[in-house]
């Protein structure tokens, strides 16, 4: 019989698999978290070096060719 089947050693290969994942989740969101931060610092910085002023969106006007009585076909 295998040593890691062990009643006794069991548990502590499962809580090593364990302990191993949670260390892994915890530094991909390490990794994540300052890969998002750099991403925040650079986009206020080029937002910091660019003071164009943004002129509002120009908005569009919907007029009436036909009069709304006249239906197509109607004539």
């Not at 290969?13 to 260390?23: C, E, N, Q």
């Not at 990794?31 to 003071?51: C, F, G, H, T, V």
Request: glycine share 6%; aromatic share 6%.
């Amino acid at each position: 019989m295998s040593v890691a089947l062990e009643a006794g050693v069991a548990i502590y290969v499962a809580m090593a698999v364990a302990l191993a994942v949670w260390i892994g989740i915890f530094v991909y969101l390490w990794r994540l978290d300052a890969q998002a931060s750099a991403l925040k610092r650079e986009l206020e910085r080029e937002q910091s070096e660019d003071p164009v002023e943004r002129a509002p969106a120009p908005r569009a006007t919907v007029t009436r060719v036909r009069p709304a009585s006249s239906e197509p076909g109607e004539g």
